[in-house]
């Protein structure tokens, strides 16, 4: 399994970002995937899911009406569009397959929101 994530990056508040996670590995189209991130200093959250058909999809409180996850099958990538940005959406975000009980995760790609 490989996950490589990409698309980070410095934006301004209110600005936007599209995350891309490319997988690998495994049959990407019969598994939900997961978008966490983890700020310096706090633990690892969950942000976004979404089913392995893209038919279903789920967001964190502080991410919902901001965040849009989103999947491509026949790319074997998995999106996170960010918009209205906040400083406190710093972090390095993660994509993330749960596979037979075991977590899989990308390298990670940094997102800083400053002015």
């Known amino acids: 399994v490989q996950l490589v994530e990409s698309g980070g990056g410095l934006v301004q508040p209110g600005g936007s970002l599209r995350l891309s996670c490319l997988a690998s590995?495994?049959?990407?189209?019969?598994?939900?995937m997961r978008w966490y991130r983890q700020a310096p200093g706090k633990e690892r959250e969950l942000v976004a899911t979404?089913?392995?058909?893209?038919?279903?999809?789920n967001y964190a409180d502080s991410m919902k009406g901001r965040f849009t996850i989103s999947r491509d099958n026949a790319k074997n990538t998995v999106y996170l569009q960010m918009n209205s940005l906040l400083p406190e959406d710093t972090a390095v975000y993660y994509c993330?397959?749960?596979?037979?009980?075991?977590?899989?995760w990308g390298q990670g790609t940094q997102v800083t929101v400053s002015s």
């Open positions: 590995g495994f049959t990407f189209s019969s598994y939900g």
């Open positions: 993330n397959l749960r596979l037979y009980g075991r977590n899989y």
């Open positions: 979404i089913t392995s058909t893209g038919g279903s999809t």
